[in-house]
């Protein structure tokens, strides 16, 4: 599609394109925020009825955000192994899309559309025609069991669901026991990237059950590459959308249990959206450069699809017609190429992608001399990454941390250049339309210093959990949602020290795991590490550690106890260091899992370890 005059709608204010670092000394973070946010400026807030912020202007829906794309036309937008869509065939796409949910399909506006898929281009297609239909697009971690997946399907009760062919045979058997035998009234599968070959109805990608059947058994299924061209002249459907609509439901990680189905409004998804230009705005002034000038950005996504932490990414980039390389699945060497080869000037990412990508640019003598931010989130950064970037590449690529939760819709803190390489330790600085209390135990804001826990409210909050109102009202109390982190706050910058459920009390000692990581990660030798506590007669609980070490290393638990203790009270070293080869356990989001740690290094310790 050639490019042309933009539409009425607006995604909002441009992400800034200038990658500079150099320029006039940084101003003060507080005027940055005061000219950005004062009355009539892009990020200006007024008070919604419940007392909460709420950007003034910008989109007020997804579809009028993604309405606006179609302006940067042939512009790249998603570059993968398979293939590139620009701008403008990405949306015709879309719209085409929408209209068979809504014309051969007969969804309705609130229908659950799940998208359980890789991070093929196909996924941000099925995503955004969902919006355009006023469903409620429902993402799926694409990782999960057919017994996972079950759960959740039975929890939203989609009337689509959008699969790759990976995914297919993992839903297939829910599907099948929905509605009646003929299938009049079960949901529509659409597949992508499916071969046509039958699905293994034990759920396992790519090896079918002994007792598969020859043929799909199933009356409401259609194959995504079969599908009618789409014709870029037409639109999408004619549904009403309203900011208080449900525009998504995204199930939280489930770390300490079953996931919960986190429902945010399209007036809450815009508010995420709106959140990381205001930061990316706030960034290029730091640096005394303008917001908006400069080609657009090039990210390499490496966060899946389904994650909030993604959207974050993917937000930003559409807003400012920017692209998005997408990879298959994570290798370090292939990012690099990556960079090289399509000139990545942004990159986001868990912490443990980005160490492994920092590694092997400096073991290949790579510079990444296009790259220009280095970006992460989804878990908590060690201090000594932002530490090896300024030591290897100066200021010129500048760091940037963040903090965002499901129940925040992406990203609501963040951390960034000078203030990162002072302040390693923080996560940042709330967006304007994002309030921050640490309360006690009663729910009482504490001072500035003090240690509690990090509450949160604004307009990027969830509305709520699907189908679980007692776990809604224990998480949300009069507008706030209670994060189940401890955090502190020194002159505006918000410090996470420890989950609440993983702070370990060591004979009436708090010792914040995160903390102790951070020790441990300062370390040459160390690769990965997580603490957890174990149970102890007399302490009640002790500090232990799990390390996964860099090849050749030679660092034994005493060495690591004693680096520990150079920097950290007594009672906060670990009394127990298990060092070991493999990965520690991370979900796809990149969070340790410590529950399939805690049970062996419970044994480990109860056996004299």
């Not at 036309?73 to 990405?90: I, K, R």
Request: one cysteine or more; charged letters at 20%; a negative charge.
């Amino acid at each position: 599609m050639p490019q042309t005059e933009p539409p009425t709608a607006s995604p909002g204010p441009a992400a800034p394109r200038d990658p500079a670092s150099s320029g006039p000394a940084s101003p003060d973070p507080a005027a940055v925020e005061a000219a950005l946010r004062a009355p009539g400026a892009p990020f200006a807030v007024v008070a919604a009825e419940d007392g909460s912020p709420v950007y003034e202007s910008g989109p007020r829906t997804l579809r009028e955000f993604v309405e606006a794309v179609w302006a940067f036309g042939d512009q790249p937008f998603l570059v993968a192994e398979s293939g590139t869509y620009t701008y403008g065939e990405f949306f015709a796409a879309a719209c085409a899309l929408a209209r068979r949910f809504t014309d051969v399909y007969g969804l309705a506006p609130g229908d659950r559309a799940v998208v359980a898929m890789r991070n093929h281009p196909e996924w941000q297609i099925a995503f955004w025609a969902a919006q355009l239909a006023g469903l409620v697009a429902v993402p799926l971690n694409a990782w999960w069991t057919e017994d996972e997946f079950t759960y959740a399907l039975d929890d939203c009760r989609p009337r689509v669901l959008l699969v790759d062919g990976e995914r297919l045979g993992r839903v297939l058997p829910w599907a099948g026991r929905q509605g009646d035998p003929d299938g009049g009234d079960r949901p529509w599968i659409l597949a992508f990237h499916h071969d046509g070959s039958t699905p293994s109805q034990a759920g396992t990608a790519g090896t079918p059950a002994a007792d598969a059947p020859t043929t799909l058994p199933y009356a409401r299924f259609e194959r995504y590459e079969e599908l009618p061209a789409a014709d870029p002249a037409l639109g999408p459907p004619d549904v009403e959308i309203r900011p208080e609509d449900d525009a998504t439901i995204i199930y939280t990680s489930g770390t300490t249990g079953r996931p919960k189905g986190a429902v945010a409004t399209h007036l809450a998804q815009v508010g995420a959206m709106m959140n990381p230009l205001y930061h990316a705005a706030a960034s290029v002034l730091a640096r005394g450069a303008v917001p908006g000038e400069g080609p657009a950005p090039v990210a390499l996504m490496t966060f899946p699809f389904f994650h909030v932490a993604a959207f974050t990414s993917v937000y930003a980039a559409m807003a400012a017609g920017g692209t998005l390389v997408l990879m298959r699945k994570w290798d370090a060497d292939k990012a690099l190429a990556a960079i090289r080869t399509h000139g990545v000037t942004h990159y986001a990412g868990v912490p443990a992608t980005a160490l492994q990508l920092l590694d092997a640019a400096e073991r290949g003598g790579d510079g990444l001399e296009t790259l220009a931010m280095l970006s992460t989130g989804g878990a908590a950064a060690p201090p000594d990454l932002v530490r090896g970037l300024v030591a290897r590449h100066s200021g010129r690529i500048e760091p940037r941390n963040g903090y965002g939760l499901t129940e925040t819709s992406g990203g609501v803190l963040a951390n960034f250049g000078a203030e990162y390489r002072a302040h390693p330790e923080s996560v940042g600085r709330p967006t304007p339309a994002t309030e921050v209390r640490i309360a006690d135990r009663s729910g009482r804001a504490l001072a500035d210093g003090e240690v509690g826990e990090l509450w949160l409210r604004g307009q990027a909050l969830v509305r709520g959990y699907w189908n679980a109102p007692e776990a809604t009202a224990d998480a949300f109390q009069d507008g706030w949602f209670r994060t189940g982190d401890l955090a502190t706050v020194h002159e505006g910058r918000v410090s996470v020290v420890d989950r609440i459920k993983d702070m370990v009390v060591r004979g009436g000692e708090n010792v914040y795991c995160v903390e102790v990581e951070a020790a441990l990660h300062a370390h040459p030798d160390v690769l990965d590490a997580a603490v957890l506590g174990v149970a102890h007669p007399v302490l009640g609980e002790e500090v232990a550690a799990v390390v996964q070490l860099r090849d050749g290393s030679g660092a034994t638990p005493e060495v690591l106890r004693a680096h520990v203790g150079e920097s950290l009270a007594a009672f906060k070293v670990p009394a127990y260091v298990f060092v070991r080869a493999e990965p520690l356990p991370r979900n796809a989001t990149g969070k340790v899992l410590k529950r399939e740690l805690r049970g062996p290094v419970q044994d480990q310790v109860s056996r004299g370890g």
